[in-house]
């Protein structure tokens, strides 16, 4: 995502939403937690995930590893192009999963771009994201499918992106582990049917679709978007947007909200979860907040609540 203004901005809000998680984190200390009273346990077998992306404390990655375990995470979703042997090996030692991999070079080298020579850097970034979650033992990757600018019209942008992931099929069948195409902000793909079409004409069951559930909620209503792509998602991104901020603060600020403070139907969303018999078996946050062990332990606790819903 780096070398990109829509990186950037995801990183920013990132940090912004730090400290509201901290807050809350605060009121839940003094005995206020408005979550408090909600039914524990979960109702469905379901594992929580967090995007690597968003685990800001420091440390080593076996550090970052035992603080995401210890906060109540089931796994990570790792990033790709990191040192393969120190990931096995804290995953090893932390006994954690690692259930998808985020190819880190999307945005900075996406598959529409323009310039063939970037498109190829595109598809090899691509490729060594599956190589790393058959490494790790995900059976999926996170992919940005296209980026729609100035430069790169909407047919362009479908077109290209349609012929590199075609390319990287092969190595995924290969190797066992799905490309699943992410809903982002990149003026692309901007229908659940549309993006429904855009998988079905791969005539591949290794492409399918990484739900982000927060990144619809500015244009859209993320329970009717998992009811159209269906069995298409493989993997769920959980993410809080709030309309309220963002009307008040500007767009970006949307996220800037703690999970099941903002605009999410959550009841809704996960009716749809089940109703579409999704066998992802995880949800995942992208969710700021994760910069102290506190945050995280938050972030864990509030994904408990929502896969209770």
């Known amino acids: 995502m780096q070398n990109s203004s829509f990186g950037l901005k995801r990183r920013e809000f990132l940090r912004q939403t730090a400290i509201w998680t901290s807050a809350a984190g605060l009121i839940s200390a003094a005995g206020l937690n408005p979550l408090a009273a909600a039914e524990d346990g979960p109702k469905r077998a379901l594992k929580k995930?967090?995007?690597?992306?968003?685990?800001?404390?420091?440390?080593?990655?076996?550090?970052?590893?035992?603080?995401?375990?210890?906060?109540?995470?089931?796994?990570?979703?790792?990033?790709?192009?990191?040192?393969?042997?120190?990931?096995?090996?804290?995953?090893?030692?932390?006994?954690?999963?690692?259930?998808?991999?985020?190819?880190?070079?999307?945005?900075?080298?996406?598959?529409?771009?323009?310039?063939?020579?970037?498109?190829?850097?595109?598809?090899?970034?691509?490729?060594?994201?599956?190589?790393?979650?058959?490494?790790?033992?995900?059976?999926?990757?996170?992919?940005?499918?296209?980026?729609?600018?100035?430069?790169?019209?909407?047919?362009?942008a479908y077109e290209r992106a349609h012929a590199e992931i075609s390319k990287a099929i092969p190595l995924a069948e290969e190797l066992g582990v799905k490309i699943s195409l992410e809903n982002v902000w990149n003026r692309f793909l901007l229908s659940p049917m549309e993006a429904a079409r855009f998988v079905d004409e791969f005539k591949s069951p290794m492409v399918g679709w990484h739900f982000d559930v927060g990144n619809i909620i500015n244009f859209g209503f993320p329970e009717q978007w998992l009811r159209t792509l269906g069995s298409r998602v493989n993997m769920i991104h959980i993410k809080e947007f709030s309309n309220k901020k963002r009307d008040k603060e500007g767009l970006w600020s949307g996220f800037a909200v703690s999970l099941l403070e903002g605009d999410n139907d959550w009841p809704a969303v996960m009716k749809a979860v089940d109703d579409i018999g999704y066998r992802g078996g995880w949800l995942i946050t992208e969710q700021g907040g994760g910069d102290t062990q506190e945050g995280l332990t938050d972030l864990a606790t509030r994904l408990g609540k929502i896969i209770a819903m």
Not at 85 to 108: F, L, M, Q, Y
Not at 126 to 153: E, F, H
């Open 49 to 156: 995930g967090i995007m690597w992306g968003t685990v800001g404390v420091k440390g080593s990655v076996l550090e970052k590893m035992k603080a995401v375990k210890a906060a109540g995470f089931d796994g990570a979703e790792m990033n790709s192009h990191m040192n393969q042997d120190e990931v096995v090996k804290a995953r090893d030692e932390v006994g954690i999963t690692i259930p998808s991999v985020c190819n880190d070079r999307h945005w900075a080298k996406p598959l529409s771009d323009p310039n063939p020579a970037v498109r190829a850097e595109g598809l090899e970034a691509l490729n060594q994201t599956l190589r790393d979650a058959k490494r790790y033992g995900a059976k999926s990757i996170l992919q940005v499918p296209a980026v729609v600018s100035k430069q790169t019209s909407y047919a362009e």
